[in-house]
């Protein structure tokens, strides 16, 4: 079982930075896939970026074509956290972010494939 839980979500003007952070409870963090999907209100969750588990050939990461070059993942496995850098801001951006996680060497983009999720931390980007 692995609990998840997000931080570092606020209120940016447009053009802003924020950076997320999604804590992971358990021993074998690094063996984990993250993801990180959004929701906006009225729309369905979608995904955002993704971090295969570090050692190997590990560490790729995947980007929705929304936010490749502005958004980067990344994680710490020392620190059981996946983190996601989020550089210009726009207002679409706005929605609630959460974390994802499941036991795979793969990279996951669909949601269905993740088994355990944080509660999601609300980013809003102002105009």
């Known amino acids: 079982q692995v609990q998840l839980v997000e931080s570092g979500g606020g209120l940016v003007q447009a053009g802003g930075s924020l950076r997320l952070a999604c804590a992971a409870s358990g021993r074998t963090f690094n063996i984990y896939s993250m993801g990180w999907f959004r929701q906006a209100p009225g729309k369905e969750r979608e995904f955002v970026a993704a971090i295969r588990p570090s050692g190997g050939s590990g560490g790729s990461t995947y980007y929705a074509d929304s936010v490749k070059g502005r958004f980067f993942i990344s994680r710490d496995n020392a620190k059981n956290t996946v983190y996601l850098q989020m550089n210009s801001l726009k207002p679409e951006d706005t929605a609630v972010y959460y974390c994802?996680?499941?036991?795979?060497?793969?990279?996951?983009?669909?949601?269905?494939?993740?088994?355990?999720w944080g509660q999601g931390t609300q980013v809003t980007v102002s105009s």
């Open positions: 994802a996680a499941d036991r795979s060497y793969t990279i996951l983009y669909n949601q269905y494939e993740y088994a355990y």
